[in-house]
């Protein structure tokens, strides 16, 4: 049940779930939304590119080739290939295990781990692969806030599906406490009305989501079978409001009526026995409109019409039709509960659905102008056209990363200022990944003690004296990673004698440098001599110096 309302309320893109995978496999801590935010957004998503980019960004190691089918068995797992489905080509697959005779992978049409004979898998395999590895443990940064943060949007989910249910099912056992078995059959109305509201719900959400695999293994299951062709004809529509919206409307009014007023509640019963027998006759409107005209079965459609079909006959048998309607109260105070019930889920789904649908096209549409954005080409184009670096920066600063690279980054900044700490560790992954990177850091501060940025930068430019890579890295990030700036506390890690009275002069070239430059802000950042256009940030340089 859990697994299939994430697969409906979080449907999972199969790009981004196969580098999930192999990185559970390998043992690598990244999580599941961090994978799919990157790959989602590469500009050639979804392509081997984009997985083979976003993994080497996380440090792990992959390069993707051809294979000779034959040779499978002698490909060590796991890996990432692509297989061809029932309904798709080219979806992506992780082998976790495989031999002379079986194949162990994951099936991305079924979202489960299957084994199919070696034979069966290299007909459906397209040939390409990508290998992977780890030389040392990957872990993402703050892993477990952001596992935490996806157990907490999972169990929302599973509560927001269980809760109606639970009050259901609380609702029946009062009604079997006071009525005894006189509770059967309006029990059963109601669990009737409770599938009735989980069929109708389905149906609202194909509507916004046509694309998601549970909707499509059920609207998609036989010959004839296609939601599609009923729910998108002329005739889906009443008045403008679909017949998925009104199937809604009456469902999840009855059931609330129901829970409000008690399952036995013989007023009710009577009222709801009438609107059913007068919804009867769109039963069979229904099954004719697919059986003759569209000649296209809706298996959502039929669920309901059969529910529908269900219902009537158990208040017939029930015979609450013949109920004094004036038993329990006014007539008219009966009218208005049973309208204020109908009419609050009518608002509600008239309103959620089209914010919901245009949640989805506003998400889809992000993620197109992310993968525009980037493009090398587009971000190249945009970047020649920025302010250039006119003056030298040589001997300036802190430098890091290869001194022969091809890509060099300048990050100017304040060592008190919270955008340049933010912006250290995206600059540290870079440089990791990278081995054609160098990144030299330039401080904007001033050669006076009452400046306060100067201590701190004094005190990182006497460590880089020392040339030691690993001790002016870890320094940089003691610093800037630090929850609060304490200088003492710095100072006392980092002893020094006389090499900080040393460092006034390249503090003021540093800041003879942000003068003539005209630094107005930090952190400020230049590629390749160019000025990081506005519109771009350091967490995104990822996607265009991936290796």
């Given at each position: 049940m859990r697994k299939l309302i994430t697969r409906l309320l979080e449907p999972k893109d199969n790009a981004?779930?196969?580098?999930?995978l192999l990185a559970q496999l390998m043992g690598a801590k990244i999580s599941r939304s961090t994978l799919e935010t990157g790959i989602k957004g590469h500009p050639n998503y979804p392509t081997f590119l984009s997985v083979s980019d976003v993994l080497n960004n996380h440090g792990i190691e992959n390069l993707t080739a051809r294979f000779d089918k034959e040779k499978l068995p002698e490909i060590p797992t796991p890996f990432i290939t692509q297989v061809n489905g029932k309904m798709q080509v080219n979806q992506f697959t992780v082998v976790k295990e495989i031999n002379d005779r079986q194949v162990n992978y994951y099936n991305p049409e079924v979202q489960s781990w299957n084994t199919v004979t070696l034979d069966d898998f290299t007909e459906r395999s397209s040939g390409n692969i990508?290998?992977?590895?780890m030389e040392e443990p990957v872990k993402e940064r703050n892993y477990e806030q952001k596992i935490a943060e996806e157990k907490r949007i999972r169990l929302s989910q599973t509560l927001m599906v269980i809760c109606l249910p639970l009050f259901l099912l609380a609702a029946a056992i009062f009604a079997f406490?006071?009525?005894?078995?006189?509770?059967?059959l309006p029990t059963l109305y109601a669990l009737l009305t409770l599938a009735g509201v989980a069929v109708t719900v389905l149906l609202l959400w194909y509507e916004v989501d046509q694309t998601n695999v549970v909707l499509q293994d059920i609207c998609t299951s036989g010959k004839k079978v296609n939601c599609g062709a009923i729910?998108?004809?002329?005739?889906?529509k009443i008045w403008g409001i679909s017949w998925s919206t009104i199937g809604f409307v009456y469902f999840a009014g009855s059931l609330t009526l129901?829970?409000?007023?008690?399952?036995?509640?013989?007023?009710?019963?009577?009222?709801?026995s009438w609107i059913t027998l007068a919804a009867t006759p769109y039963v069979f409107y229904s099954v004719y409109y697919q059986w003759q005209v569209a000649k296209q079965w809706c298996v959502l459609c039929l669920s309901v019409q059969l529910i529908l079909a269900l219902q009537c006959i158990v208040s017939f048998i029930a015979g609450w039709h013949n109920v004094n309607l004036f038993q329990d109260g006014s007539l008219i105070g009966l009218l208005i509960t049973t309208v204020s019930a109908f009419a609050v889920p009518f608002i509600v789904v008239t309103l959620l659905i089209p914010a919901l649908r245009n949640a989805k096209e506003?998400?889809?549409?992000?993620q197109e102008l992310q993968r525009l954005k980037h493009s090398p080409e587009i971000f190249t184009a945009v970047l020649e056209k920025q302010k250039a670096i006119e003056h030298s920066t040589e001997g300036l600063g802190i430098t890091?990363?290869?001194?022969?690279?091809?890509?060099?980054?300048?990050?100017?900044?304040?060592?008190?200022?919270?955008p340049c700490a933010r912006a250290h560790t995206p600059i540290e992954e870079l440089l990791h990944n990278n081995p054609d990177l160098q990144v030299q850091i330039i401080f904007n501060a001033t050669n006076d003690d009452r400046d306060m940025k100067a201590h701190p930068v004094r005190h990182l430019l006497a460590i880089d004296e020392q040339q030691d890579t690993s001790l002016t890295q870890q320094a940089?990030?003691?610093?800037?990673?630090?929850?609060?700036?304490d200088y003492e506390a710095f100072a006392q890690k980092y002893p020094m004698n006389g090499e900080l009275k040393k460092q006034g002069e390249k503090i003021q070239a540093m800041r003879d440098w942000c003068n003539k430059t005209e630094i107005q802000f930090t952190p400020t950042f230049f590629v390749n001599g160019y000025q990081l256009p506005s519109n771009y940030s350091v967490h995104d340089l990822k996607y265009f110096l991936s290796v």
């Open positions: 981004p779930e196969a580098a999930y990508l290998l992977a590895e406490i006071n009525a005894g078995s006189l509770a059967v729910l998108q004809s002329k005739d889906a129901l829970l409000l007023s008690g399952l036995t509640n013989i007023s009710i019963l009577n009222m709801l506003s998400s889809q549409l992000m890091m990363g290869n001194p022969n690279a091809g890509v060099k980054i300048v990050k100017v900044c304040n060592p008190y200022c919270g940089l990030d003691d610093w800037y990673l630090a929850e609060k700036k």
